[in-house]
């Protein structure tokens, strides 16, 4: 999944897959302004393909490739098996290898001099394969035209492999692509004896004084068949006009086609690449996760699916290791985040404490708390003084008590979040595992707030304390009085709490709500203490922390 901000670079990446299977060709407006050489590495199982353009008043384009250890090694192991019995070979496994390795193939080429044509390019102990054709992707690539438009969609889907065997369909003992590349050799040698008969060679030598001869090599690419669909539905003899339809029921009828594609896929050798751009736009929710659903059938049979989107349901409905951040921190520049060392563990450490992925990957900012108390608090208190919600500012509260390990996290935190974006609110008596997450994550002393005493609760003052929960307990018909929560009280447990290390304030409170009729617990107070409280009354470093964020 490729997220990101409108021209954050998703549909650029896409763009850079388009050249490689030649459905676009890059031309000077590709170009990182200033630049002068534009470069592509695309990677499969086989290949390192290379793409250098240069030049931009006369475009200029390289293309090579260097094949994988994997694949070079696969290629001697399996001609080396064949020795004497070349002849007896599978001819089209050889001929396929020959082409992937950018050797011409005539109909007519002998098997055992294509073994020594492989072996030669392979020679090399680095070998890069000049002159090589793009690479054969068995991609299928649906945009928001091809979701609105049936016709387009099903020739992307459902045509597409029918294209290309058609090609390889045998008139004789010939494939029509064989017949077409020899009918286009026989004419390219009419057209160079012609030159030469006709005198052309000649008055061309007058300008290239060392020319010999003219050689015309037609380069064949059986890609682009032109094969169109037209699809009509039908309700009693009579055609239903899809066209006239909304663009959201387009695309769900185009979503049912692709889950039957989905469901008679089958899993293959021969592996389809699936790449989408946005492909969830004008569907609601349920069909949103319907279209996941979809694609996740696909991955699950050997598929490879690549898709951008903006829809935050489907950000958060797939595993944090799945999502590519592209970001632009500066002009014509796009920067990546993901989770790169050890996803899978990652993955697990982010998942398990909840945090969905959206804030993973848009929060501006991340407090980090260590109580249950500040979690409920801050995020209440912060949209009673800003009139807004931390939600709405991308503000992500983390609760240490779900870490359990501190070093995977931290790990993974900072993959997808600089340092300065991280701040953290401590007791004073903050434990081991605070301090320790403190180092790892590198947070800045300006943005760690100690508040408290010892606990978050003791910096309020006993008034606020004794307020909040009257005001609590009013609201639902109790009386505090009936409880031993007073002023007097709470002055008593500061007094114990200051003079004992091992006595916690938060548990003494707790002891004075017996009778109250309403249960206590660190959650419902830091909600009753937001409720209460207003930016007057609140410890001054949670101002002085909004202040920063």
């Not at 002998?110 to 054709?133: C, Q, Y």
């Not at 299928?140 to 979701?147: A, P, S, W």
């Not at 931290?410 to 595992?433: P, R, T, V, W």
Request: hydrophobic share 35%.
């Amino acid at each position: 999944m490729l997220v990101g901000e409108n021209d954050s670079g998703k549909t650029s990446l896409i763009k850079c897959i388009d050249i490689f299977t030649g459905k676009y060709s890059p031309d000077t407006d590709d170009f990182t302004n200033g630049k002068e050489e534009m470069k592509m590495v695309l990677e499969t199982d086989s290949f390192e393909y290379n793409m250098i353009c240069t030049d931009k008043s006369n475009l200029h384009v390289e293309f090579s490739a260097i094949p994988t250890v994997n694949f070079v090694s696969y290629v001697k192991d399996y001609l080396g098996s064949l020795s004497e019995s070349i002849a007896n070979a599978d001819d089209e496994k050889i001929r396929e290898l020959a082409k992937m390795l950018g050797i011409t193939v005539r109909s007519n080429s002998r098997a055992d001099t294509l073994v020594s044509n492989i072996f030669e390019k392979l020679s090399d102990e680095n070998p890069v394969i000049e002159g090589v054709n793009l690479p054969e992707m068995n991609e299928v690539q649906i945009d928001g035209k091809h979701f609105e438009d049936i016709e387009s969609f099903f020739s992307e889907v459902f045509l597409k492999d029918k294209k290309k065997e058609l090609w390889n369909t045998k008139v004789g003992d010939k494939t029509i692509e064989e017949i077409i590349q020899d009918e286009l050799d026989s004419y390219a040698t009419t057209i160079s004896e012609e030159l030469e008969s006709k005198g052309i060679l000649t008055n061309i030598q007058q300008y290239l004084k060392n020319l010999t001869d003219i050689k015309v090599e037609p380069s064949f690419e059986p890609r682009n068949l032109s094969l169109s669909p037209k699809v009509l539905f039908m309700e009693n003899n009579q055609e239903i006009l899809v066209d006239k339809k909304g663009d959201g029921t387009k695309r769900r009828i185009s979503l049912a086609l692709l889950e039957y594609k989905a469901s008679s896929e089958g899993a293959s050798s021969d592996s389809k690449l699936y790449i989408l751009d946005e492909p969830d736009t004008h569907l609601h929710v349920k069909a949103q996760i319907e279209l996941l659903n979809v694609l996740e059938t696909l991955a699950d049979r050997g598929c490879q699916v690549i898709f951008t989107t903006h829809s935050p349901f489907l950000i958060n409905a797939v595993k944090p290791k799945q999502i590519k951040l592209l970001s632009q921190p500066t002009s014509n520049f796009t920067k990546l985040k993901c989770l790169e060392d050890k996803p899978d563990e990652s993955d697990k450490i982010l998942s398990d404490l909840g945090i969905e992925n959206i804030y993973l990957y848009f929060a501006k900012k991340i407090i980090i708390v260590e109580g249950d108390t500040e979690k409920e608090f801050l995020p209440l208190i912060y949209q009673k003084i800003n009139n807004r919600t931390m939600n709405r500012d991308l503000i992500k509260v983390i609760n240490t008590g779900g870490i359990k390990n501190i070093h995977g996290f931290a790990k993974a935190l900072l993959e997808l979040f600089d340092q300065n974006s991280i701040f953290i609110i401590k007791d004073n008596d903050a434990s081991e595992d605070t301090a320790k997450l403190i180092d790892k994550l590198k947070i800045p002393d300006a943005h760690q707030f100690t508040i408290g005493e010892k606990e978050f609760e003791d910096a309020f003052s006993d008034e606020t304390l004794y307020k909040s929960w009257e005001k609590y307990l009013e609201t639902h018909g109790k009386d505090i009085a009936r409880s031993q929560w007073n002023l007097d009280n709470i002055a008593s447990i500061r007094d114990k709490c200051s003079t004992n290390s091992e006595i916690k304030f938060s548990s003494e409170l707790k002891t004075l709500n017996k009778g109250s009729g309403k249960k206590f617990t660190k959650i419902i107070f830091g909600k009753i203490l937001a409720d209460y409280c207003d930016e007057s009354n609140i410890p001054c470093e949670i101002n002085l922390l909004f202040s920063k964020i």
